[in-house]
């Protein structure tokens, strides 16, 4: 498709448990952003890719979060062990530039994550 | 560290009716975006503001940003029921432009 995927679109897992979101930007988009969107709220960045680095991971709430994009495409968000304050919607953006890149983050449809 | 409020938190208006909603910041931003976001969908990029008393708009919609740069409006003229939905304000932080600070959003329903 012409947009940024997400899969899977729902998730619940059982506290404790390990998940793997995963994140297909739009072909050939340098950068991609994790955000997590809480029941209510906007969302806040996590992290930021631009092609396999990760440029910035101040997001990420703890270190049971991981993110990686190996081949500069694909990206997948980890949380190990998770906790019920990890319920919340995970929204993954690309874009094709590296320079102020505020106009063109495209949003996937995002994961839902219930932990029970 | 800077924060993007929106009010109204929520509006339930009749279709055929003007909506204004507006965010406002403590800090100045350069750049305002507002986006929207259906149940079950990513947000979706409406306008984008880019100088001090900025008027731009896109169909129905219009946006402004604020002469201080602490504030913005979006106004929807003449409602129709595909309007509702989740907007956000949101705009890039001072330090990091790629970080994108978003309101907690104004929901809108509309009734047919």
């Known amino acids: 498709g012409a947009g940024v995927s997400q899969s899977p679109r729902y998730k619940v897992a059982k506290r404790g448990q390990d998940v793997a979101l995963r994140c297909d930007p739009i072909s050939g988009h340098v950068s991609l952003f994790w955000y997590q969107q809480a029941l209510g709220q906007g969302p806040e960045f996590l992290t930021y890719f631009q092609n396999e680095a990760q440029l910035d991971k101040s997001g990420l709430p703890s270190d049971r979060f991981f993110a990686e994009r190996p081949e500069g495409s694909v990206s997948t968000l980890k949380i190990q062990r998770t906790q019920q304050e990890d319920s919340a919607v995970y929204l993954c953006?690309?874009?094709?530039?590296?320079?102020?890149?505020?106009?063109?983050?495209?949003f996937g449809p995002g994961t839902r994550l219930l932990v029970l | 560290g800077q924060q993007l409020n929106q009010s109204p938190q929520s509006m339930f208006i009749q279709e055929g009716e003007d909506v204004s909603m507006n965010c406002t910041s403590s800090?100045?931003?350069?750049?305002w975006l507002w986006y929207k976001q259906d149940p079950g969908e990513g947000p979706v990029l409406l306008i984008a503001l880019y100088k001090a008393g900025e008027l731009t708009s896109n169909g129905r919609l219009t946006a402004q940003f604020g002469i201080t740069r602490k504030d913005s409006f979006l106004n929807i003229s003449a409602s129709i029921p595909s309007d509702v939905g989740i907007y956000f304000c949101a705009g890039p932080r001072m330090d990091s432009s790629y970080k994108l600070i978003f309101g907690s959003g104004t929901r809108l329903l509309v009734r047919p």
């Open positions: 800090s100045i931003f350069n750049t």
């Open positions: 953006a690309s874009t094709a530039l590296t320079g102020p890149l505020e106009e063109t983050q495209y």
